[in-house]
């Protein structure tokens, strides 16, 4: 009896420890997964402030704990800069109050450490504090929380040296506008399409430049034209921010697939508080030859099998007319033979 008993209770734990087990090994995969990534999310991603020369002015950025375990770190705001024409801010790690587009150093944050529980959010108010002496124009600030003791995979962020840090970190940007007569200079660094094409729509690279200290944000449209005049096709700017002493691509395709003729490219754009424009205009032409050709040899394959149609079926009929006259001709020669045969006197 007791080994029965025994022999049930061993039977009826197998599945306990079973589940027990999976359970275990399905929350130390989620755990890893988390881990594996950064849980977290920042709201705004990007803002903008305006702010007079020493003035001081407050704003709140957050950051979301989305994983299900708590996230501990620290907070720190380091400059950053925008290079290449991808438009992607590399950190300026290391450096304070270099650079004339630093604010760094203008940044007053509430705590340096923080903790955010699982499915919580950290409410950050920093302070920005700007120097009675501070130059009119663009400060451009990374507010950013770093997760401390995990395996995370990470992108790699450019530092100044040139060296590659993993930096397990979600990233706010400010870009702070300090009040004053602001330079705003750009220039259409490349327009231009293929001078050809046989189909559309018609690849455009677009660059434009900033050369002021002041990033901007062009907006406008490439306007596509036959060559009467008439509009085509309109295509608006994406709207991209273009940092002091940087540039931006726009890859654009504008047009049908089918166009036929000479057509004109005109870029009107407008950037700044000014409203400051810039115009750019291209012809080029679109002829589908292949197309063409194609057609041409194929009405001409038509055209030539029905000639040989027609010359066939001629031949023929002159043929069986040719027949019809030899027969009609041997037809008159019995007619005779036998008219002479009717006519003849009997002896």
Do not use: C
Not at 15 to 30: A, E, K
Not at 44 to 60: F, K, N, V, Y
Not at 180 to 189: H, K, L, Q
């Amino acid at each position: 009896m007791l080994k029965t008993a025994y022999s049930h209770k061993k039977i009826f734990s197998f599945p306990i420890l079973f589940v027990s087990f999976t359970l275990l090994l399905f929350y130390s995969f989620t755990l890893a997964h988390a881990q594996d990534r950064l849980p977290l999310v920042v709201a705004p991603a990007r803002q903008q402030m305006a702010i007079d020369p020493g003035e001081s002015q407050s704003s709140i950025i957050k950051f979301f704990n989305e994983s299900i375990i708590p996230v501990s770190g620290t907070l720190k705001a380091v400059d950053f800069i925008v290079s290449g024409v991808e438009g992607k801010p590399i950190l300026l790690e290391g450096q304070t109050g270099g650079g004339k587009y630093s604010a760094s150093t203008w940044i007053s944050l509430p705590y340096e450490k923080a903790a955010i529980p699982s499915g919580a959010v950290l409410t950050v108010q920093f302070k920005v504090n700007v120097p009675k002496n501070a130059l009119p124009g663009g400060r451009y600030v990374a507010i950013y929380f770093e997760q401390a003791g995990a395996n995370i995979r990470a992108t790699t962020t450019p530092v100044q040296s040139g060296e590659m840090t993993i930096t397990p970190r979600i990233v706010g940007l400010v870009n702070i506008k300090v009040s004053g007569p602001v330079t705003e200079s750009a220039s259409v660094r490349e327009f231009s399409a293929p001078g050809f094409a046989e189909f559309g729509p018609i690849p455009v690279t677009l660059e434009i430049a900033n050369a002021g200290n002041y990033h901007i944000t062009p907006q406008g449209q490439v306007t596509l034209s036959d060559f009467t005049g008439r509009q085509i096709k309109q295509v608006a700017l994406e709207e991209k921010n273009i940092f002091p002493e940087s540039s931006r691509i726009y890859d654009i395709k504008v047009g049908s697939r089918l166009m036929i003729g000479k057509f004109k490219l005109t870029l009107n754009a407008a950037y700044g508080e000014t409203g400051q424009v810039l115009t750019r205009t291209l012809s080029l032409w679109v002829f589908p030859w292949k197309l063409a050709l194609a057609i041409i040899l194929g009405i001409t394959i038509i055209i030539l099998s029905g000639i040989k149609i027609w010359k066939g079926l001629k031949g023929k009929q002159e043929k069986l007319e040719a027949e019809l006259k030899e027969e009609i001709s041997e037809v008159e020669e019995l007619k005779e033979k036998f008219k002479d045969t009717v006519s003849s006197p009997k002896p």
